[in-house]
């Protein structure tokens, strides 16, 4: 029980340290400068928010596709509870899984069991760690050629390195049956007999997951999915470049959305990534050539962004489990 308190002065800690970058960098560009360059938008902000659906939709594909036929929701219900598992991630301080696990539940309380909803889960996480890692490998190497910065090349392998080592590891743990182990040693630690029922649902998860591994042609097509996703994501930067002024090349686009997304992730104790997201396009921008008001403007649309479409699906979420609790139990 003491976990969760240990852990929470350091995400107020770091949620300051955070803080004081933010401000420390809107000061540094010019808190003028920058919100001209938002202003420029105009309306193409709304053309840069309502784009970013398309990404939430092959998301919503990708998942789908490790589900079942017979038991697959429909696309747009899959849309919708990728939009809610969004706005938990990018607005509620859960270190960016809390979404995954309403997702799941969600998925669960309609006609996807629950444990099928789960590997599903836990499968696309993995494809996505896995795919993300192979795009920050062509990103670090496009970063080196565009800069001619052989210095940048070490951290780079480094980074992706790290990178690789997370996603075999996390798959290994999976191929192990971690569920079952886990499920087992909580019983043992408990030494209760009614925790039996927690390690056969352990061993079914298990092995629901190695069903989907198993099912190859649906698991190719959610890393098509989600290599779909990351390059409507780096169209999102360009497009926003664009509405701020900013001509540049797609190359950038994917170097900047491809390093600052693993920075943020990386950065999950830091609610909301705030100041670490800002610095991560400042640094990158800069050795791209981009100003630096211009890439701290990218960072507050992008955060205008998550916020307008994202208090929407928390609300969305809410009006959900309200008629869930006053349908009562089925």
């Not at 591994?213 to 097509?221: G, I, N, T």
């Not at 701290?296 to 916020?307: C, G, H, M, P, Y």
Request: positive net charge; contains cysteine.
């Amino acid at each position: 029980m003491k976990h969760p308190q240990t852990i929470k002065p350091a995400i107020y800690i770091f949620g300051l340290a955070g803080g004081a970058v933010f401000i420390f960098l809107l000061i540094r560009e010019g808190i003028g400068q920058v919100a001209s360059a938002i202003a420029r938008t105009g309306w193409l902000l709304l053309a840069v928010i309502f784009y970013h659906l398309f990404q939430t939709l092959s998301d919503a594909a990708g998942w789908l596709m490790l589900i079942p036929k017979r038991h697959r929701i429909s696309l747009s219900i899959s849309f919708f509870i990728h939009w809610i598992a969004e706005s938990i991630n990018n607005l509620v301080p859960t270190g960016r899984v809390g979404g995954d696990l309403v997702l799941t539940r969600i998925a669960g309380a309609l006609r996807v069991p629950l444990q099928m909803a789960a590997a599903a889960m836990v499968v696309d996480i993995t494809v996505g760690v896995a795919t993300k890692v192979v795009l920050l490998l062509v990103a670090s190497a496009l970063l080196v050629i565009k800069t001619d910065r052989q210095d940048l090349a070490l951290p780079a392998i480094v980074a992706a390195a790290l990178g690789v080592i997370a996603a075999a590891g996390f798959y290994a743990v999976q191929r192990l049956g971690i569920f079952r182990v886990s499920a087992r040693l909580a019983a043992r630690l408990a030494r209760a007999p009614e925790w039996e029922s927690l390690i056969r649902s352990g061993e079914a998860l298990d092995e629901a997951i190695r069903q989907v591994y198993m099912r190859r042609d649906q698991l190719a097509a959610c890393c098509f999915f989600w290599i779909l996703s990351w390059a409507i994501a780096c169209g999102e930067i360009w497009l926003t470049l664009w509405a701020v002024g900013w001509q540049t090349g797609f190359t950038t686009a994917v170097i900047l959305e491809t390093t600052v997304v693993a920075v943020r992730n990386a950065a999950f104790l830091v609610p909301g990534a705030v100041g670490v997201q800002e610095a991560g396009y400042v640094f990158i921008g800069s050795l791209l050539g981009l100003p630096g008001d211009i890439a701290f403007a990218l960072s507050l649309i992008r955060r205008t962004r998550e916020l307008l479409l994202g208090i929407p699906g928390l609300i969305g979420w809410h009006l959900l489990e309200t008629r869930r609790l006053l349908k009562g139990p089925p």
